[in-house]
């Protein structure tokens, strides 16, 4: 079974950043589409950015637009999410997951993400 864990989370200072790690337990992610997602308390999951197998990039979250980039390191199988300008808002548990589509699942179809990591979490207060 393929166990995600993601890394780098904690407390930062609005505007400043984090750089979230998502590897996998007994596969390479390298190939795989990747959504990062994350989850504010009272809030529902919501859908942030993902990578697909071809390294095309979508967003979900347009708040995060110019903010987030999402990247992969072959080398290191693992995936990454740059937070830069991090806001008050931004602060949630954020989760990775893998789906089996080639490309990115549109917002209707998030339910295609079928392996979840336990979540980091992220928290921006001064």
């Known amino acids: 079974q393929v166990q995600l864990v993601e890394s780098g989370g904690g407390l930062v200072q609005p505007g400043g950043s984090l750089r979230l790690s998502c590897a996998a337990s007994?596969?390479?992610?390298?190939?795989?589409?990747i959504g990062w997602f994350r989850q504010a308390p009272g809030n529902k999951r919501e859908g942030v950015l993902c990578?697909?197998?071809?390294?095309?990039?979508?967003y979900y979250a347009t708040s995060v637009k110019g903010r987030f980039t999402i990247s992969r390191d072959n080398a290191k199988a693992t995936v990454f999410l740059q937070m830069n300008s991090l806001e008050p808002e931004d602060t949630a548990v954020y989760y990775c997951?893998?789906?089996?589509?080639?490309?990115?699942?549109?917002?209707?179809?998030?339910?295609?993400?079928?392996?979840w990591g336990q979540g980091t979490q992220v928290t921006v207060s001064s």
């Open positions: 990578i697909s197998s071809s390294d095309t990039i979508i």
């Open positions: 997951a893998r789906t089996h589509w080639e490309n990115c699942p549109p917002q209707s179809a998030l339910s295609a993400y079928t392996s």
């Open positions: 007994g596969i390479p992610l390298n190939y795989y589409t």
